[in-house]
């Protein structure tokens, strides 16, 4: 399978609307509203000073999206979408790959990128860890899913030091102070 990344263009808008709400997105807000896709894409929501969304290509096909976000930051955030006929394929680790090294080579000044996903997405849990991304905190029941429920949300990170060395440097978790409960 040959796997590719392109920039969305002005004109994507039509595309971007049919593929946000042509599918349930089961751990993102569920489907979205195809007019408020397109007034964003109109607004330039998902190609600015600070957002960069691009296309997965697989095989040609549009089987996925990165939006890039909090550009002009040091800490940029992504969301990965991934078509459910393409889920299960690797398209997952390639674009989380594809997405680590563009921005750290294109933004000299990011020192960190973020993702956050929710408890039960197990398969973008692992992509987090084959990426070499670090689990740096955990919410608690933080994430409201369509239906009512509330999950928890994981997130993960990669320093640039680490994505240049090809180490993980974890949290340290145990760094409470010892303080007695009164």
Partial sequence: MHIDFS??????GEALADFLAGEEWPY???RQDRETV??????????????RTFWVLANGERAGLVKLQDLADDTPMFDLRVRQAWRGRG?????????TGYLFTELPDVLRI?????????????VFRKSGYAKE????????APDGTRHDAVGYAI???????GTVTPPGWDDEPKVPLT
């Fill in 159 to 165: 320093l640039r030091r680490d994505w240049l060395s």
């Fill in 7 to 12: 920039r969305i263009s002005a004109g994507d």
């Fill in 137 to 144: 905190a955990h919410y608690r029941e933080a994430w409201p």
């Fill in 38 to 51: 397109l007034r964003f894409a109109a607004e330039g929501r998902y190609d600015d000073g600070e957002t």
């Fill in 28 to 30: 993102h807000a569920g």
């Fill in 91 to 99: 398209l997952g680790a390639a674009a989380v790959a594809w997405l």
């Fill in 114 to 126: 973020e993702g956050t996903t929710r408890q039960d997405n197990h398969a973008m849990r692992a």
